[in-house]
């Protein structure tokens, strides 16, 4: 019988508190820390070589402070930048001179459709589709982390494209 379920109980039992505590100075709230601390142990499970760790407890509870630490920013982040949802008639409509250029929507179209298929799929999934890293990630294949990457070179030639035109 694996004795897996034991090692996490442990885990969970010797460092949750500290871990919400951890959530809670990055500014979560209560109950919002506990759940980064649930996601924490799924995401620390699913990561190759977390058994490894199984007989190192204290290096185990500094990756899962780690990971909440993280995602307590991110969630964070993700806050501040939201934007209340405002009713349809409470909003003006811009000048005339304000709306954007159609010539600039023509360029940025080119420029687009001179992105690889994979880079044109991660601007649209992150940028106008506003799916997170992870669920990006998850919709492409690949890792949090390649997304980020690509995201970073699709925008990187976007902008060359727009600014050479």
């Known amino acids: 019988m694996c004795c897996c379920a034991d090692w996490v109980a442990r885990l969970a039992r010797d460092h949750a ?17 506990l759940d980064l601390v649930q996601d924490a142990f799924h995401t620390f499970l699913a990561r190759p070589g977390s058994d490894a760790l199984r ?23 993700r806050h501040h930048r939201a934007r209340p949802h405002v009713e349809l008639e409470e909003v003006a409509l811009p ?5 954007p250029d159609p010539l600039e929507h023509e360029r940025l179209g080119r420029c687009m459709a001179k992105l690889g298929d994979i880079h044109r799929h ?17 919709e492409l294949g690949v890792s949090p982390n390649h997304v980020a990457v690509m995201l970073h070179r699709a925008r990187k030639q976007l902008a060359d494209c727009m600014n050479a035109a």
């Open 95 to 99: 000048a005339d001179d304000t709306l």
């Open 55 to 77: 007989d190192k407890p204290d290096d185990a509870a500094r990756v899962l402070a780690a990971i909440v630490r993280n995602a307590a920013r991110n969630a964070r982040r």
């Open 17 to 33: 508190g500290h871990l919400a505590a951890v959530a809670r100075r990055e500014g979560a709230t209560a109950i919002d820390a």
């Open 122 to 138: 991660v601007i649209t999934l992150r940028v106008l589709e506003e799916l997170s890293g992870d669920e990006a990630a998850s």
